[in-house]
Nanobody, 127 residues
Framework: VQLAESGGRLVQTGGSLRLSCSAS?????????????MGWFRQAPGKEREFVAA????????FYAASVQGRFAISRDNERNTLYLQMNTLKPEDTAVYYC????????????????WGQGTQVTVSS
């Protein structure tokens, strides 16, 4: 599966931003986004990539890192093959490259569970 993020930009502290991740496959006829559990990770300069949020194959259950709980919301539209991350009350420490992640067998809540990565989109929160 190919993943392409969009929506990253410069935003002020306290602002909001919505990231999108479009999913596609070479085999369009049989492709279904429901095959994959999806997630978001981020990587700040000089730091390791970390888990942000994950969502069940059907969208029935979501998981969040403690640092974003209550501020971020992950959702998916399987008909549009798109994953979203709504980010509210942004803080300077949210500045990072945000990566879309997918996995068929496990919820992508840790690096080792991710089977596919997007290229990332830069989010910068100014103080």
């Amino acid at each position: 599966v190919q993943l392409a993020e969009s929506g990253g930009r410069l935003v002020q502290t306290g602002g909001s931003l919505r990231l999108s991740c479009s999913a596609s496959d070479y085999d369009f006829a049989s492709y279904s986004m429901t095959k994959y559990a999806m997630g978001w990770f981020r990587q700040a300069p000089g730091k390791e990539r970390e888990f942000v949020a994950a969502i069940h194959w059907t969208g029935s259950t979501t998981f969040y890192a403690a640092s974003v709980q209550g501020r971020f919301a992950i959702s998916r539209d399987n008909e549009r093959n798109t994953l979203y991350l709504q980010m509210n009350t942004l803080k300077p420490e949210d500045t990072a490259v945000y990566y879309c992640a997918a996995a068929q067998t496990r919820l992508p809540r840790e690096l080792g569970a991710v089977e596919y990565w997007g290229q990332g989109t830069q989010v910068t929160v100014s103080s």
